[in-house]
């Protein structure tokens, strides 16, 4: 068996002396992984560095087997993913959520969402909210997606401001005042049609929003611990957001 296509790579690790197993997202077969002969070599090392774009030829006996990968370069950005905090914590994150999905499994809008926010993870005023935005997609995909289009009690579209934490849905000022200490917010950059960039707040509540529902639904029923570069990601985002919004600084005059 034989397919060829386009992926990023996730990771890898040692097989034998020379040899490593690679971990890839595609479009079409979902995280897959395959052995690289030789993939320890000077040549191939910064090849599977994790975030790079690669074109893959898979080959196998049988479809259930682990397989071959030919591997080459289309785009190298690892160097690029090492010059920022939230780039570096960044792509490990992103790689832990794809974990979370079974292998073989296709989600070609995960691989292409993945894709955009590789190219904009060295600028940290952006990435934290591309980053949300992954988690949500990631939590839709494994079946707990949020409803945040409308007032779960009311059925308004409008003044969303809180999240039940128990079903996901979105709930009005007015509907969900009288319960207001239970509610988790609803970061207003997240809602429908909405233009307004995240700051500092609005994104640390979108962390704590996506944070808890990947807690309830994902992590706590597997006995999992959450990927401890998110938590590192997080702070170097939160920071960079904080450092934009601060107020210029005059220098005193000598």
């Known amino acids: 068996m034989q397919w060829q296509d386009e992926a990023i790579i996730l990771g890898f690790k040692r097989h034998g002396e020379t040899s490593v197993i690679a971990e890839v997202m595609t479009p079409s077969r979902g995280r897959h992984l395959g052995m690289v002969r030789s993939g320890r070599s000077r ?14 030829i898979w080959r ?38 794809l974990r979370l999905l079974p292998e073989r499994d296709p989600h070609p809008h995960l691989y292409q969402a993945l894709d955009v926010i590789l190219d904009n993870l060295h600028e940290p005023v952006d990435a934290g909210e591309l980053f949300v935005r992954f988690e949500l997609a990631v939590l839709n995909d494994l079946g707990f997606g949020l409803d945040l289009t409308e007032c779960a009690a009311t059925g308004l579209r409008s003044d969303l401001i809180y999240v039940s ?33 995240a700051d500092p707040e609005s994104l640390a509540a979108a962390f704590r929003l996506t944070g808890h529902f990947l807690h309830r639904h994902v992590y706590d029923p597997r006995g999992m611990n959450e990927n401890a570069a998110r938590d590192g990601f997080v702070q170097a985002a939160l920071k960079a957001l904080e450092r934009k919004a601060a107020p210029p600084t005059l220098d005193k005059a000598v």
Do not use: W
Not at 43 to 56: F, H, I, K, S
Not at 61 to 67: K, S
Not at 165 to 188: D, E, F, H, I, S
């Open 43 to 56: 040549t191939m090392q910064p090849v599977l560095q994790a975030g790079n774009r690669v074109d893959v």
């Open 165 to 197: 934490p128990k079903t996901g849905r979105a709930v009005c000022r007015t509907a969900g005042a009288p319960y207001a200490a239970r509610m988790l917010a609803l970061p207003a950059f997240l809602g429908e049609g909405q233009s307004k960039a």
């Open 60 to 97: 196998a006996r049988l479809h259930d087997h682990l397989g071959e990968f030919r591997i080459e370069p289309l785009q190298l950005r690892a160097a690029q993913l090492m010059e920022t905090a939230t780039a570096v914590y960044g792509v490990q994150a992103m790689g832990a959520l």
